[in-house]
């Protein structure tokens, strides 16, 4: 198993894109950079009132910025910037898709997990359903447009 999480990681290393990645923790993690398909849960908060205006990034934000705060086990440490920080991702939800931006973390959404401002999830869905299933993709990156 270990020589087998080495040989993916040798891979991963030499098979990079140009696009810059954020490194991998666990196997799970380097299977999901290799495919570059993400699942897990989409919400969306508030900036200014959730968080502040000013995400861990760095970018002032607000309600109709095309931004999104990526869970914390992804991002890693929210006091800094993540290797995430900037990246484009596509995500999709009930056969609609759009892109966002991380500019932050969200400490309270699971793994594969992004937490949207209403400007992004309104693409996705109506405000009143609250909590969508999503698949995303960082953009230029394995086929991901």
Known sequence: MKKC??????????????????????????VDILSNIFRGKGTFFHPVTE???IGSCGPVANDHSRICAMNIKQYGQA????????????????????????TDCCPGCAEGSLD???????????PSVGVIPIEWCIRGYRGCT
Request: a positive charge; one cysteine or more.
């Open 79 to 102: 006091s800094k910037k993540s290797p995430w920080c900037n990246l484009q991702l596509r995500v999709s939800s009930g056969g609609r898709s759009t892109v966002c931006t991380v």
């Open 5 to 30: 999480f080495l040989f993916v990681l040798f891979i991963l290393y030499f098979t990079r894109e140009t696009a810059s990645l954020p490194s991998a923790y666990d196997e799970r993690g380097v």
């Open 116 to 126: 949207m401002t209403p400007q992004v999830f309104n693409d996705l869905a109506h």
């Open 51 to 53: 968080g502040g205006a």
